[in-house]
């Protein structure tokens, strides 16, 4: 249904165009640019290259500078939302853009997905709050809200999905969070001391049609003093860049672990990632004559995805290049697994995963949302083979595609990928 464009949303299309995110992300930018927090990126720029320089290829090192600004702004744009007395929405860990009037710098890190409108709504453990949400006309596949007690919204203290909530027929939804047990009380979390942030994810797997839920947040209870000054703000802000190098260090190493291939699926909440979440990790060298031929099943899961990191852990260009695909979006083979090629060059496979040129990537599998406790587990191969050699080695049933069908599918990916910056 079409968003009221009244006092709050400014599309009637998009639910992330709104007054919160255009107001923090100007809020965000201008911490960004002050000489404190200036300062504290130059130091936590020096903390990055001093573990970088002797581990990183050349050409993830000329990624170098992106990676380091998309950390910082990210630490600063959480930092902008952090005040619980006062709490709004806000998108988080998103490529840069040119929109709502300005140009919002990019805040990918963290092996982020794609597919997700990450959103960050600041909770004080003490406050009562409401949160109101509409499902859209065509709603995101899956959603979780989770409480977290950190600022790299790893730490889970409460969790609620989407198969566990009271949605109406309309699609509207109201969560309440305070300190009180929710005893039987649908669509309630309670707040556990040491609560920062509610942190949502919307997962769409159908680029064209989805849209996240449309949020709004109220605190029932009056605020007890003024809101944060941005001299507190900024303070916030310097330490998150700061503190938060070592989680997203360690975030990165995971996948440096084995051989080069594709890990056993295992849960993602012990690392931060969705406490129902199962998750694999790949990291894979190639030459450009090297194919990796990686093949999964969907174990009954509601939403699926892989994508392609750079060694940094951000994902490679959303818009352009097939760095990801879902389970929308993926064909399966004959035998109703899924089959993907990763590859410099275009493998003429539907499931291609296209490193955008560089010849080191990590990979994340995720399987989400298992309605059906009697579906097969989660499973995942892979091998390295010659290029050349890639017919041979494939799965039967496979699914091929042409030039011609590859253009329409980037053109359809980045006709898509606008929507979720659109502000009509």
């Given at each position: ?6 006092d ?12 919160d ?20 990126r ?5 903390m990055w290259?001093r573990?970088?320089?002797?581990l990183?290829?050349a ?7 992106g990676?380091?600004?998309d ?14 007395h006062?709490?709004r ?6 490529e840069?853009?040119q929109w ?6 990019g805040?990918k ?9 990450y ?6 453990a003490?406050g ?6 509409q499902?859209q006309?065509?709603?995101s ?5 989770q409480l977290?007690g ?16 009271d949605?109406?027929a309309d699609?509207?939804?109201?969560l ?5 047990p ?6 309630h979390?309670?707040i556990?001391e ?10 769409m797997?159908?680029?064209?049609a ?5 949020l ?6 009056p ?8 001299d ?7 330490r998150n ?5 070592f989680y ?11 051989p080069q ?11 931060g990632g969705?406490l129902?979440q199962q998750?694999s990790l790949g ?11 990686i093949?999964?099943?969907a174990?009954?899961?509601t939403?699926?995805d ?7 852990l ?5 818009r352009?290049n097939q ?8 064909a399966?083979d ?6 993907y090629v990763l ?17 080191d ?6 399987w989400?949302g298992?309605p059906?406790?009697h579906a ?9 083979v010659r290029?050349?050699?890639?017919d041979?080695?494939l799965?039967?049933?496979?699914v091929?595609i042409s030039?011609?069908?590859r253009?329409?599918q ?10 979720r910056?659109?502000?009509?």
């Amino acid at each position: 249904m079409p968003l009221d464009t009244g006092d709050y949303f400014l599309s009637s299309t998009n639910p992330v165009a709104n007054v919160d995110q255009r107001d923090l992300e100007q809020l965000a930018m201008r911490l960004f640019d002050r000489a404190d927090v200036r300062a504290a990126r130059e130091k936590a720029e020096t903390m990055w290259r001093r573990v970088a320089d002797r581990l990183m290829p050349a050409d993830q090192m000329a990624l170098f500078d992106g990676h380091v600004s998309d950390y910082c702004f990210k630490c600063t744009l959480v930092a902008a939302n952090t005040d619980g007395h006062y709490p709004r929405v806000l998108r988080v860990y998103s490529e840069g853009a040119q929109w709502l009037g300005h140009r919002v710098p990019g805040s990918k890190w963290g092996g982020d997905n794609p597919d997700n409108a990450y959103r960050i709504i600041p909770i004080g453990a003490g406050g009562r709050y409401e949160v109101t949400g509409q499902r859209q006309t065509q709603p995101s596949t899956y959603v979780t809200f989770q409480l977290v007690g950190n600022s790299t919204t790893s730490a889970t203290l409460a969790s609620l999905e989407q198969q566990d909530m009271d949605i109406a027929a309309d699609g509207s939804y109201c969560l309440t969070l305070d300190g009180t047990p929710g005893d039987g009380r649908p669509n309630h979390l309670t707040i556990p001391e040491g609560t920062l942030y509610l942190f949502i994810r919307d997962s769409m797997g159908d680029w064209e049609a989805q849209q996240p839920d449309a949020l709004r947040v109220r605190r029932l209870d009056p605020p007890t003093r003024a809101p944060l000054s941005e001299d507190e703000l900024a303070s916030t802000a310097i330490r998150n860049i700061l503190s938060d190098v070592f989680y997203a260090y360690y975030a990165q190493r995971l996948f440096f672990n084995g051989p080069q291939m594709m890990t056993m699926p295992e849960g993602a909440g012990s690392v931060g990632g969705l406490l129902t979440q199962q998750g694999s990790l790949g990291h894979f060298t190639l030459t450009d004559e090297d194919a990796v031929i990686i093949t999964a099943n969907a174990a009954g899961a509601t939403y699926r995805d892989i994508v392609l990191h750079d060694l940094w852990l951000r994902s490679l260009p959303n818009r352009d290049n097939q760095i990801s695909l879902n389970n929308a979006q993926m064909a399966p083979d004959a035998d109703g697994r899924f089959t993907y090629v990763l590859s410099l060059a275009d493998p003429g496979v539907h499931n291609w995963l296209d490193p955008c040129g560089l010849h080191d990537v990590l990979i994340l599998h995720r399987w989400q949302g298992f309605p059906d406790p009697h579906a097969p587990p989660p499973s995942i191969e892979s091998c390295k083979v010659r290029l050349a050699e890639l017919d041979g080695a494939l799965p039967p049933g496979v699914v091929r595609i042409s030039a011609e069908q590859r253009r329409q599918q980037i053109a359809r990916r980045q006709a898509a990928y606008d929507r979720r910056f659109a502000e009509d």
